[in-house]
């Protein structure tokens, strides 16, 4: 017998309402000027698919949770990433890396990783690792 987690879904989608903000999740062309040299300035206005301006923008509500670990200190890097739980959206790819970045009005940061956590193939929420 499978067990059914579309209630956990639903519990980790209000509670991301009730304790998020408002973030937007946003993903730039990175089309390069000089073809010959990847490695040169990049061209951040060439179309993403599905954008008008090349920008592909998602809002969503966001929970930002530090970085804990109990074994050890953490390093200089880590303290500077956080994770970000986000709630199910069709809008959002299930897979994002360091092509999207989280902007909270105030502040950018950078995904350097994503996963969707979807037990029993029922997607309850999306964490994120992100940086400064």
Do not use: H
């Amino acid at each position: 017998m499978a067990l059914d987690y579309t209630a956990l879904a639903a519990v980790a989608t209000r509670l991301i309402g009730e304790n998020g903000r408002a973030i937007t999740l946003r993903r730039e062309s990175r089309t390069p000027d000089d073809p010959a040299k990847p490695w040169g300035p990049s061209d951040t206005t060439a179309a993403v698919a599905g954008s008008a301006d090349g920008v592909q923008a998602i809002a969503v509500t966001g929970v930002f949770l530090d970085l804990e670990r109990t074994d050890r200190q953490l390093t200089q890097a880590e303290l500077k990433q956080s994770r970000v739980l986000i709630g199910p959206d069709p809008d959002i790819p299930e897979e994002m890396g360091p092509d999207w970045v989280v902007d909270d009005g105030d502040r950018r940061f950078e995904v350097v990783s994503s996963k969707p956590i979807n037990p029993g193939d029922t997607l309850c929420y999306y964490e994120l690792l992100v940086t400064v």
